[in-house]
């Protein structure tokens, strides 16, 4: 097996919004906010090659939107997602899967692009792997996540029957996968068995390290008092197993591991996936 991180670019969101009832007194000693009170937050993603496989998790907000669009979210860096796989030379049409950990516009808009005014998917020959009781809020979606929803970000992989649905548990060797309701119904979080270890892609799950404390939820999260609860009941798990916790927000770190502390469960170490691999 092999993993690469692939680093899609970065954007901003309201500091307020990625915190939900903590101040900013708090907040932004981890997330500094500009004079918009917009915080920078990462998209970031893993493409693991495993075997005949090579699974690409999340492909970050893509490029196809319009300008008005994008001027919500101030695209910023230099990264993208076809540079960084250019990087590993990977082309699009090796993927054989894209894993969506859910399908909010931040997570999987990069997967289908637009040619003039025609929509196409960037990854012409892969699986597209989703769940249906996501499928369908994504599908359906209630009012309060309508506008992460972007239907031109996934209708398109059903119409070229690249669709797939998987249920909780082991997906394929070495990859478990957890369905999580707090942030949205069914995020897929997958678990991944490497050198002895087990690095988990904690999507919306915890987005920062920032959000490790209990209370820090995000205001976007649908069931905020359910995400406290995951939280607490995952992190337990994190911290007796060691696990390695891989961040697709974090502006600074890509993971982090967790230790129990006085104050609850803190942050024990942070850095780079291929140094917590090696400690």
Known sequence: MKIHVINTGNFKLDG??????????????TNPADQNNMCSWAMRCLLIEIENKKILIDTGIGDKQSEKFFQYF?????DTLLKSLNKINIPPEEITHVFFTH?????CGGAIIKNDSTLELLFENALHITNKTHWELANNPNSREKASFLKENFTLIQKKNKLTFIEEGEWI????????????????????KYKNKKIVFMADLLPSIGHIPLPYVMGYDTQPLFTL??????????????Y???????YKYECCTLKNTEKGIRVNQFGKLHELLDK
């Open 244 to 250: 390695i916790l891989f961040l697709e927000h974090d």
């Open 103 to 107: 399908l909010h516009f931040d997570h």
């Open 229 to 242: 609860k995951e939280k607490q009941m995952f992190f337990k798990e994190a911290v007796e197993n060691d």
């Open 173 to 192: 060797k070495n990859i478990e996968v957890r369905f999580f309701y707090g942030h949205t119904a069914a995020q897929m979080i997958p678990i991944i």
């Open 74 to 78: 101030y695209l910023h860096g230099t």
């Open 16 to 29: 307020g919004a990625m915190f939900g009832v903590v101040p900013k007194t708090l907040w932004s000693k």
